[in-house]
């Protein structure tokens, strides 16, 4: 997979993060993927001014429309190309969230489960395996952390200004390999809350309360609304 952050990106201020380009567009992936994955736990948000099919048919006019105005005006190329990546995204989130509600009685077709279980697969192989390795890799080959000779600090040195010695040896591996599991401890507990958003997303919303306490006197006495305001 080609490194696909800007040259510019590369400046003396941030020399060498530019080689952390697969590690950032997967993370930006799974970013985008998981920002879907809730939308679609949630009832649609948005009412969609056109049909399915039209809304399907400017995926490809989107696309198709990039590609040939970066043909046409070649100067503003890699502009035009970031713009049309940012329609199809903001489009994507559009249909997404303005998709016809579905009756839950009705039960998902065989092709429906199957696109969810490969998406499914797709998701935890972004999440689980793709983006910690990246960050492997990024932290062995442009940060040297894979290098055992190179220590934070050493159980010959004092601890910071106390005239104590660190009781052990912390390597570079060993903080690469910390921050690996976090980033392993981070993805399961955002799996986790996906699994408990599921699982509750078709119990019913809860009523407003109308005689709970909406607002406090100047006293700092809660005030109710009362039920002939509320009839009015």
Not at 170 to 196: E, M, Q
Not at 200 to 219: G, Q, T, W, Y
Request: avoid cysteine; aromatic fraction near 14%.
């Amino acid at each position: 997979m080609s490194n696909l952050l800007p040259n510019w990106f590369n400046d003396w201020w941030i020399d060498g993060l530019r080689g952390a380009g697969r590690l950032f567009w997967s993370v930006l992936i799974l970013l985008l993927v998981t920002a879907i994955i809730v939308i679609l736990i949630k009832p649609p948000m948005l009412k969609r001014p056109v049909s399915t099919r039209v809304g399907v048919a400017l995926f490809g006019v989107i696309i198709v429309g990039t590609l040939v105005l970066a043909k046409i005006i070649t100067p503003w190329q890699n502009t035009i190309v970031w713009l049309g990546i940012l329609a199809l995204i903001a489009h994507t989130f559009f249909m997404v969230a303005s998709r016809p509600a579905r009756d839950p009685d009705v039960a998902a077709t065989w092709a429906e489960s199957f696109a969810g279980a490969v998406g499914v697969f797709a998701f935890m192989a972004l999440a689980y395996a793709i983006v910690p390795h990246e960050w492997m890799t990024f932290a062995n080959a442009n940060l040297g952390w894979g290098d055992t000779t190179k220590f934070l600090f050493q159980s010959n040195q004092n601890i910071f200004f106390i005239p104590i010695n660190w009781p052990f040896n912390f390597d570079y591996p060993a903080l690469r390999d910390i921050i690996v599991s976090v980033i392993y401890i981070v993805i399961l507990g955002a799996n986790l809350k996906l699994w408990v958003m599921w699982q509750h997303r078709l119990d019913p919303i809860p009523e407003a309360d109308l005689n709970a306490p909406v607002k406090r006197s100047r006293f700092g006495r809660p005030l109710r609304v009362s039920s002939a305001s509320g009839g009015n």
